[in-house]
C-alpha cells in the first residue's frame, strides 16, 4: 500500500512539473506557423485571422514574461490554430 501511495505522489509531481514549464515547443510552432502565414500574404487574404494570431501572439509572450506558463501555452496554440487557419485561407484564395 506504501508503493502505491508512493507511485501516486510521484505521478502527480511529474504532471504538476509538465504543466509548468516553459512553453517552448508552442512557442516555436506559433512563429512558424506565423512565418508561413506571412509567407502566403495571409495578412491580406485573412486579415480577422491573422489579427487574432498576432493578438494572441502578444498575450503568449507577456504571459512567458511573467512566468504565467501555462496561460503562455494556451496562447501560442492559439496563435497555431489562427496561423494555420489564416494560411489555409490565403492559399485558397490565391
Request: some cysteine.
Amino acid at each position: 500500500m506504501k508503493n502505491i501511495s508512493k507511485l501516486v505522489g510521484i505521478i502527480i509531481l511529474i504532471m504538476m512539473i509538465g504543466c509548468t514549464t516553459m512553453p517552448t515547443q508552442e512557442m516555436s510552432d506559433a512563429r512558424q506557423a506565423l512565418n508561413a502565414a506571412n509567407h502566403v500574404n495571409a495578412k491580406y487574404y485573412a486579415p480577422s485571422k491573422w489579427q487574432q494570431a498576432q493578438k494572441h501572439l502578444k498575450q503568449a509572450e507577456k504571459h512567458l514574461i511573467n512566468n504565467q506558463f501555462q496561460l503562455a501555452r494556451r496562447h501560442a496554440v492559439l496563435v497555431k490554430q489562427q496561423a494555420v487557419s489564416a494560411y489555409n485561407v490565403a492559399i485558397s484564395l490565391k
